[in-house]
């Protein structure tokens, strides 16, 4: 079983709609869970942290459900600039960060 | 902010060659990584280390080394660079364990 799964997609939606990501992990232990994003042909960069209690950030928003074992990422009032692939990244005792594949993004005009 | 820095952004190697891609950081961190990005394999853990001096294999370590002998700087080497070993190469580093971690902006090598 995979540590980290995301669906690739692509997602294609237009602009201003609401679209949400899973990821789901296979350790039950894991401690930290971040969504990292990365545009084309660049390097990934950190978009948020996931606290258990669910957090926001503007049109952002990350909800962790330990019992079930998957993160989500809800992304409100899309743009165009929001078009890019989104990695779900789990921590599990003192390892390395556990990147999943990327969904990818595209929000049309 | 924290910059990692990687010393080239596209390379062309020929097979055989060694190859050495250096990374450095600026922001003091502990912990140092190498990964490479393939096409639908997401990102791959080759190396990392958590201290000067230290060194741990992460999920694909065959066909590369690596060498930290000052806190800032984290090099991987291709000891025999290989067309299979064509890819993008990301170097990260996190201030601890529990943090998140700021990557360069790449190395695409290319091996023919």
Known sequence: RKEVEQDPGPFNVPEGATVAFNCTYSNSASQSFFWYRQDCRKEPKLLMSVYSSGNEDGRFTAQLNRASQYISLLIRDSKLSDSATYLCVVLSGNTPLVFGKGTRLSVIA | ?112
């Open chain 2, 1 to 112: 902010d924290v910059k990692v820095t990687q010393s080239s952004r596209y390379l062309v190697k020929r097979t055989g060659e060694k190859v050495f891609l250096e990374c450095v950081q600026d922001m003091d961190h502990e912990n140092m990584f190498w990964y490479r990005q393939d096409p639908g394999l997401g990102l791959r853990l080759i190396y990392f280390s958590y201290d000067v001096k230290m060194k741990e294999k992460g999920d694909i370590p065959e066909g590369y080394s690596v060498s930290r002998e000052k806190k800032e700087r984290f090099s991987l080497i291709l000891e025999s660079a290989s067309t299979n070993q064509t890819s993008m190469y990301l170097c990260a580093s996190s201030l601890n364990a529990g943090s998140g971690y700021t990557f360069g902006s790449g190395t695409r090598l290319t091996v023919v």
